[in-house]
């Protein structure tokens, strides 16, 4: 929980709705712990796999949301 509460920088966790080596529902202990942190979860049937850049939807989601990550 130290470790988490240390990171100061603005991030987005963004776990896959479908992953079921890591679930979003582990992320939403996690989050909280982070004071600049946002849980943005991939909308996306490709579990493990999404946002790794194979899928265009899933890439065109996971840009939008590092595009305004980066604006502010």
Request: no cysteine; hydrophobic share 40%; proline share 10%.
């Amino acid at each position: 929980a130290a470790a988490l509460g240390a990171i100061r920088a603005r991030a987005f966790v963004m776990p896959s709705r479908t992953d079921l080596y890591f679930p979003p529902e582990d992320n939403e202990i996690e989050v909280p712990q982070m004071p600049n942190a946002e849980l943005r979860v991939i909308p996306s049937i490709r579990g493990h796999l999404a946002g790794g850049g194979g899928n265009p939807e899933d890439r065109r989601w996971v840009s939008d949301q590092l595009e305004e990550l980066l604006a502010t």
